[in-house]
């Protein structure tokens, strides 16, 4: 597509349920990447995926958190037993190399 | 390590006045790439203006400019002649090899 998509763009969620996000990125670019941002703050990396290349998992906050991209497009952030510190919007974004990323318009994610 | 620090968490301006936002990073790397995003009340992440580090004139796009000092590690955005368009909280960020790290935002309000 032209863009970043992602969904849901909302999602309500019951402390401890799971959540999956997903993120369709800008077709042939090769880096994907997941930040969180919490409420008034800035983006905090989580991970990001390169080609075929093993992801970089450095940003992840717990193992609760994970993430996986099929074919090298799309990926989807899996949060398990979620929490309400867990409550932000988490951005997606792609880029090609040398520019700057495209970001997704976010899902924000509440957990009540 | 890598970080990049907004010393200015909020800023207001009048319509058509000129603001500078200020951003200094860390880095012992002497070629990255640095940006500007806006990120408006839609939380959509726009990338408004992009510097190479090896290049020593300074990036401009419309009203939109950059003074980057490389030896003191300081890049700062002006915005001339102001528009009510340009309230959002602003992020600069730094990009070494494929991770974009970015700095805790400003919030510019313009005010009418």
């Known amino acids: 597509g032209a863009g970043v998509s992602q969904s849901p763009s909302n999602k309500v969620t019951e402390k401890g349920k799971d959540v999956e996000l997903r993120c369709d990125p800008i077709?042939?670019?090769?880096?994907l990447y997941w930040y969180r941002q919490s409420l008034g703050q800035g983006l905090e990396f989580l991970i990001y995926?390169?080609?075929?290349?093993?992801?970089?998992k450095s940003g992840l906050p717990s193992d609760r958190f994970s993430a996986e991209r099929t074919g090298g497009s799309v990926s989807t952030l899996t949060i398990q037993r979620t929490q309400q510190e867990d409550s932000a919007v988490y951005l997606c974004?792609?880029?090609?190399?040398?520019?700057?990323?495209?970001f997704g318009s976010g899902t924000r994610l509440t957990v009540v | 390590a890598q970080t990049v620090t907004q010393s200015q968490p909020e800023m207001s301006v009048q319509e058509a006045e000129t603001v500078t936002l200020s951003c200094t990073y860390d880095?012992?790397?002497?070629?990255?790439?640095l940006f500007w995003y806006k990120q408006p009340p839609s939380r959509q992440m726009i990338l408004v203006i992009r510097?190479?580090?090896?290049?020593?004139q300074n990036a401009t796009e419309n009203r939109f400019s950059v003074n980057f000092q490389k030896a003191a590690k300081s890049f700062s955005l002006k915005i001339s002649d102001s528009q009510l368009g340009d309230t959002a909280m602003y992020f600069c960020a730094f990009r070494r090899d494929d991770k974009i790290i970015f700095g805790k935002g400003t919030r510019l309000h313009i005010l009418p």
């Open positions: 974004a792609s880029s090609d190399r040398g520019l700057g990323y495209t």
């Open positions: 880095t012992s790397e002497n070629n990255y790439y």
């Open positions: 510097q190479e580090a090896y290049k020593q």
């Open positions: 995926f390169q080609g075929n290349s093993a992801p970089d």
């Open positions: 077709s042939g670019h090769t880096a």
